[in-house]
């Protein structure tokens, strides 16, 4: 879903403005919009993560209020942050 511009407009509003110009910067780098480039993040966590990522989601999950927005928040953030992201080996 976070390749259609408005739910990926929606969840990127819910993010700190360093974490969406950052995610803009690296859309922008591989020649994607921000939509495509945030739906490519998530699958690529789905497909790549470690155990250890997905024990701390799960935890997220677990404790957020909306679970699928906290969720697709922290691979976001993830993906901006080279010490936690699977897509950046």
Do not use: C
């Given at each position: 879903?976070?390749?259609?511009?408005?739910v990926?407009?929606?969840?990127?509003?819910?993010?700190?403005?360093?974490?969406?110009?950052q995610l803009?910067q690296?859309?922008?780098?591989?020649?994607?919009a921000?939509?495509?480039?945030?739906?490519g993040a998530?699958?690529e966590?789905?497909?790549?993560?470690?155990?250890?990522?997905w024990?701390?989601?799960?935890?997220i999950?677990?404790?957020?209020?909306d679970?699928?927005?906290?969720a697709v928040?922290?691979?976001?953030?993830w993906?901006?942050?080279?010490r936690?992201?699977?897509?950046?080996?």
């Open positions: 879903m976070l390749d259609r511009p408005g990926a407009a929606a969840v990127l509003s819910t993010l700190d403005a360093p974490t969406v110009l803009e690296r859309a922008a780098a591989a020649s994607m921000v939509a495509d480039f945030a739906a998530v699958r966590f789905v497909d790549r993560a470690e155990d250890d990522l024990f701390q989601l799960l935890t999950i677990r404790e957020a209020e679970p699928g927005l906290a928040q922290t691979v976001l953030r993906v901006v942050t080279d936690h992201s699977p897509l950046q080996r």
